[in-house]
């Protein structure tokens, strides 16, 4: 790990440098960690490399981080998948789609769920994760948004779900948030049309918590995490994982689920907990 200059925040807890491979940084700062997306001069383009960059990256957030931030550098959050991807020879040293389409169903079944753990991670019921998007957010690159648990967008946010007009599908963990979030009407209208949904409209349909100007996008990001820092952790990562499954729960099955997480919080307040 490397120390990082933090002299115009003196104040502050120092930067430390985590990791830094294939287009993906993470620094942790404190109890805050940001995941940057490094490749501006490709609008952040997603390959492989890149996704196993972003597993490692959530393998290697220290224990004490309770905030994970995700950006991209430059204009775009991530144009989606590169499109060296689409072409007869792929990436160097991956599989191409040819490839992949040649395999058996058990190996195309395990190359895609490899893929889809860059995705899994941000919604850690001891994380609270929180992407930053300006700019393009197309295909994998809006799926990689959805998979946090908050968005913050800029008001120049482009949303877009090309995977069907390629004749493919959004295979990284993207439909589940969708559909939570805007319902499967929209979800399915977004995803077939491939359409954009701009900031006024993902605000609108909870797609994004809040919609700001380019340049607030990182110090609203920031408050926001000073917000969720407020809370105490144990409370908080109880009432994330009640809310998470409040989908899957029936009512009385839920109300279960209150007095259980309340009770543990009552005797961990009076000092009674395990």
């Known amino acids: 790990m490397t120390t990082l200059d933090n002299s115009e925040h003196?104040?502050?807890?120092?930067?430390?440098?985590?990791?830094?491979?294939?287009?993906?940084?993470?620094?942790?700062?404190?109890?805050?960690a940001t995941v940057t997306l490094t490749n501006p001069a490709k609008r952040n383009a997603q390959s492989p490399a890149l996704w196993r960059?972003?597993?490692?990256?959530?393998?290697?957030?220290?224990?004490?981080?309770?905030i994970v931030i995700l950006r991209g550098e430059g204009k775009s959050f991530s144009a989606g998948l590169d499109r060296q991807a689409f072409t007869p020879e792929g990436f160097d040293g991956?599989?191409?789609?040819?490839d992949l389409a040649r395999g058996s169903d058990a190996d195309l079944d395990a190359v895609i769920s490899e893929y889809q753990e860059a995705f899994t991670w941000w919604r850690r019921?001891?994380?609270?994760?929180?992407?930053?998007?300006?700019?393009?957010?197309?295909?994998?690159g809006f799926q990689l948004a959805l998979a946090c648990d908050l968005r913050v967008v800029a008001d120049d946010v482009q949303f877009a779900m090309r995977e069907t007009s390629l004749g493919l599908v959004?295979?990284?963990?993207?439909?589940?948030?969708?559909?939570?979030?805007?319902?499967?009407?929209?979800?399915?209208?977004?995803?077939?049309t491939g359409r954009f949904v701009h900031a006024e409209?993902?605000?609108?349909?909870?797609?994004?918590?809040?919609?700001?100007?380019?340049?607030?996008?990182?110090s609203a990001v920031r408050d926001l995490a000073a917000a969720l820092l407020a809370a105490p952790r144990d409370a908080?990562?109880?009432?994330k994982a009640l809310l998470q499954g409040a989908?899957?729960?029936?009512?009385?099955?839920?109300?279960?689920?209150?007095?259980?997480?309340q009770a543990r919080r009552l005797r961990d307040l009076a000092g009674l907990g395990d």
């Open 10 to 32: 003196n104040d502050s807890e120092p930067t430390v440098l985590v990791l830094d491979k294939d287009g993906v940084r993470l620094t942790v700062e404190d109890a805050i």
């Open 94 to 98: 991956e599989p191409s789609f040819l």
């Open 201 to 218: 409209e993902a605000e609108r349909t909870g797609l994004a918590n809040l919609a700001v100007p380019v340049t607030d996008l990182d």
């Open 170 to 192: 959004p295979d990284l963990t993207g439909t589940h948030p969708l559909v939570s979030l805007v319902g499967y009407a929209r979800a399915l209208e977004i995803c077939a």
């Open 53 to 66: 960059a972003l597993t490692e990256a959530g393998r290697s957030v220290p224990g004490n981080v309770r």
């Open 125 to 140: 019921s001891d994380l609270v994760s929180i992407a930053a998007v300006q700019g393009h957010a197309i295909g994998a």
């Open 236 to 239: 908080l990562i109880e009432t």
């Open 247 to 261: 989908g899957d729960r029936t009512y009385e099955a839920q109300r279960t689920a209150e007095r259980a997480a």
